[in-house]
């Protein structure tokens, strides 16, 4: 009995065993197979690392000032009685846009220039009584400083009348009516926006490193997403003598002419201040920079060394300068005639293999106009 159940135990051993065989057959198999196995090679699109001369320019965003521009509003209160203008109008210096309510200040006046008139009769009397010498010199001296305070009086109502008469301070476009007839307006409400949009000023910052390079007269050019196709040259104007304390930034003024008139007040631009002298730069597509904290970074092309033929992707970090379109400037990391991946970079890890497919690539450009921007 006894060797009947050794040798069940022994045939149950022989299974486990040829069993535990197979199975790390089968392990090794897979093993050796995963150490074999290449995947297969990434689809990217690739650039030539060039050597180009840019301009030397400052970039900033800035925002479009008027020469002149105003909120025209009353000096006095009074009530509107007449509205000489058109919302949206082109108006010349000195034209009249309002008027106020003047029925009271015009009696007074009128009565102001009564006293005056009477007050100058007794100053001829005066003067003819003194020549006889009838009045003393103190009531001669009354009756002129009578006459001239009734004339101040004259004038200070006139003042006002004219205060009450609004017109253009100066030639510019009028903006929406915020009046109407009838209303009654206090001091400093505000009628109507005047500005003059020819010339015109960009407003911007740049940082303090760059004020020792900075000086007035350097051409400008400024651009605006609302007309991508037009450039607006301009020179730089004035420079603040004070940086503010919170961005260290150093504030620039450019003058425009404007002469379409298409640039306007509070608009956004973008302004690039100009250097006589070009400066040599490496250039990339701003697309093949992938950016970490650690660094920024490319995957260059380059044959693979290890046998299997084709092309593998080396990661290259690098220091990039300027920006220019579609376009960045590498100091340091590339050299020229380098192929790199221009798309496709995020798939990629140190070593990937890869291969070129520019068919479907955009072409990058350093002015780029896109479709649906």
């Given at each position: 009995m006894k060797s009947k159940n050794f040798v069940a135990i022994l045939i149950v051993l022989a299974v486990l065993g040829g069993l535990a065989g197979i199975k790390v057959l089968q392990i090794r198999t897979l093993m050796a197979a995963g150490k074999a196995f290449a995947p297969p090679p990434t689809a990217i699109a690739s650039a030539v690392v060039t050597n180009a001369s840019w301009p030397d320019t400052l970039s900033a965003v800035g925002s479009v000032a008027a020469v002149q521009g105003v909120l025209v509003a009353p000096e006095v209160a009074g009530t509107v009685t007449e509205i000489d203008f058109d919302s949206g109008a082109t108006v010349a210096q000195g034209d009249l846009l309002l008027r106020l309510d003047t029925s009271s200040e015009a009696a007074e006046l009128r009565a102001d220039e009564a006293q005056a008139d009477l007050a100058r009769l007794n100053l001829d009397r005066t003067r003819k009584l003194r020549a006889s010498d009838t009045v003393s010199q103190s009531e001669l001296d009354t009756a002129e400083a009578t006459l001239k305070q009734m004339e101040a009086n004259a004038d200070a109502v006139r003042a006002v009348i004219a205060k009450k008469t609004i017109r253009a301070p100066f030639a510019g476009k009028l903006g929406i009516r915020l009046v109407n007839l009838g209303e009654s307006l206090d001091v400093g409400k505000a009628i109507v926006s005047l500005q003059a949009l020819s010339p015109v000023y960009a407003d911007f910052s740049l940082p303090q490193q760059d004020l020792a390079r900075l000086r007035p007269g350097l051409p400008a050019r400024v651009t605006s997403d609302t007309y991508p196709d037009k450039t607006f040259d301009g020179a730089v104007a004035a420079i603040n003598p004070d940086l503010d304390t919170d961005t260290r930034n150093v504030r620039l003024r450019v003058a425009l002419t404007n002469e379409e008139q298409l640039l306007r007040p509070?608009?956004?631009?973008?302004?690039?201040?100009?250097?006589?002298?070009?400066?040599?730069?490496?250039?990339?597509?701003?697309?093949?920079?992938?950016?970490?904290?650690?660094?920024?970074?490319?995957?260059?092309?380059?044959?693979?060394?290890?046998?299997?033929?084709?092309?593998?992707?080396?990661?290259?970090?690098?220091?990039?300068?300027?920006?220019?379109?579609?376009?960045?400037?590498?100091?340091?990391?590339?050299?020229?005639?380098?192929?790199?991946?221009?798309?496709?970079?995020?798939?990629?890890?140190?070593g990937s293999p890869v291969v070129e497919s520019n068919d479907l690539a955009p072409k990058p450009s350093t002015q780029p106009k896109p479709a649906d921007s």
């Open positions: 509070g608009m956004f631009v973008h302004v690039e201040v100009v250097f006589p002298e070009t400066q040599p730069a490496l250039v990339i597509p701003a697309t093949a920079v992938l950016s970490a904290p650690f660094g920024d970074s490319v995957y260059v092309i380059e044959p693979d060394t290890n046998g299997a033929g084709g092309l593998v992707a080396r990661q290259q970090f690098v220091h990039v300068d300027r920006t220019r379109g579609d376009f960045v400037s590498v100091t340091s990391g590339l050299k020229a005639g380098e192929r790199i991946v221009s798309s496709g970079a995020f798939k990629l890890r140190n």
